[in-house]
C-alpha cells in the first residue's frame, strides 16, 4: 500500500476562501439571513450543510437550505474566471507524487465546482484520486470526507497524511485518526490551526514544498511501512 497525501482544494491549494465568503454572504443576503462576513469566512470549510447549521443554528426551517445552497453555487461561479491556483501548488502535488505519494484531493465542493477548480489547478498528471460533496452523506468536520479520500487511495488512517487550511480540515481529519499538515492560506491563524489539532502548519504550499524535507512528508516509505 503506498503513502496516501490527502488534500483539501479551497483556501489550501486554491486562492478561494474569500470568493466563498462573499458567494456565501449574498446567498444568505438574498433569504434575509445577514451574519457579520467574520462569522461566514469562520465557517468556510465546512460542507454547506454543516455551514448552514453553524450559522443560522439547528433548530431553523430547513426548508430553504437546498434554496440557499444554490444560491451561492450560482455566485460562486460568477467568480470561476477569477480563480487561481497558490504558486507552488501544482509543483507540490508533482513532487509528492515524484516521492512515491498517492495523491487524492478531498473537497467540500460539489462535482461541477470541482471539476472547475481541477481546471484552474492544472495537476491532473499528479492527482490520483478525487473526492467532493457529492460523495459523502455529511461533510467536514464531520470525518466521512476524509474516510472516502482513504478508501480511494486505497490507504490505512496511519499510512495518510491530510493537507488543509481550516480548523474543520483538522478536525475532519482528527476523527479519521489521520494527521494533518495546515496551511495559513485560508485565512485561519496558526493558534487555531494548532488547537484543532494541526501537526504541522506553514504558510501555504509553497512553503510546505520549500521545507519537504523537514516536514511529515519526508519519507513516504515510513507511512506506507505502517500498513504491513
Known amino acids: 500500500m503506498p503513502a496516501a497525501a490527502l488534500f483539501d482544494v479551497d483556501g489550501t491549494l486554491l486562492d478561494t476562501s474569500y470568493w466563498h465568503t462573499i458567494a456565501w454572504t449574498e446567498a444568505l443576503a438574498q433569504f434575509g439571513h445577514t451574519p457579520a462576513m467574520a462569522r461566514i469566512h469562520g465557517a468556510i470549510g465546512m460542507g454547506a450543510d454543516q455551514l448552514l447549521d453553524h450559522l443560522l443554528g439547528e433548530d431553523r426551517d430547513h426548508d430553504l437550505d437546498a434554496a440557499i445552497t444554490a444560491a451561492h453555487q450560482a455566485l460562486f461561479a460568477r467568480f470561476w474566471p477569477r480563480l487561481r491556483a497558490f504558486d507552488?501548488?501544482?509543483?507540490?502535488?508533482?513532487?509528492l507524487k515524484q516521492r512515491g505519494w498517492t495523491i487524492t484531493l478531498a473537497s467540500s465542493a460539489s462535482g461541477r465546482d470541482l471539476e472547475v477548480m481541477r481546471r484552474v489547478l492544472d495537476a491532473d498528471d499528479a492527482i490520483d484520486h478525487a473526492t467532493g460533496a457529492d460523495d459523502v452523506k455529511a461533510s467536514k468536520p464531520a470525518p466521512d470526507l476524509v474516510h472516502a479520500a482513504l478508501?480511494?487511495?486505497g490507504a490505512k488512517p496511519g499510512q495518510a497524511l491530510f493537507v488543509g487550511d481550516t480548523p474543520w480540515d483538522v478536525q475532519a481529519a482528527a476523527q479519521a485518526k489521520v494527521a494533518c499538515v495546515a496551511v495559513l492560506s485560508g485565512g485561519f491563524g496558526e493558534r487555531a490551526l494548532r488547537a484543532a489539532g494541526?501537526?504541522?502548519v506553514h504558510?501555504?504550499?509553497?512553503?510546505?514544498?520549500?521545507?519537504?524535507?523537514?516536514?511529515?512528508?519526508?519519507?513516504?516509505?515510513?507511512?506506507?511501512?505502517?500498513?504491513?
Request: charged share 20%; no cysteine.
Open 203 to 228: 504558510r501555504d504550499v509553497g512553503d510546505l514544498l520549500a521545507h519537504l524535507e523537514g516536514s511529515a512528508f519526508a519519507d513516504p516509505a515510513h507511512y506506507a511501512a505502517l500498513g504491513r
Open 198 to 200: 494541526a501537526l504541522e
Open 88 to 95: 507552488s501548488a501544482g509543483a507540490l502535488l508533482r513532487q
Open 151 to 153: 478508501a480511494k487511495s
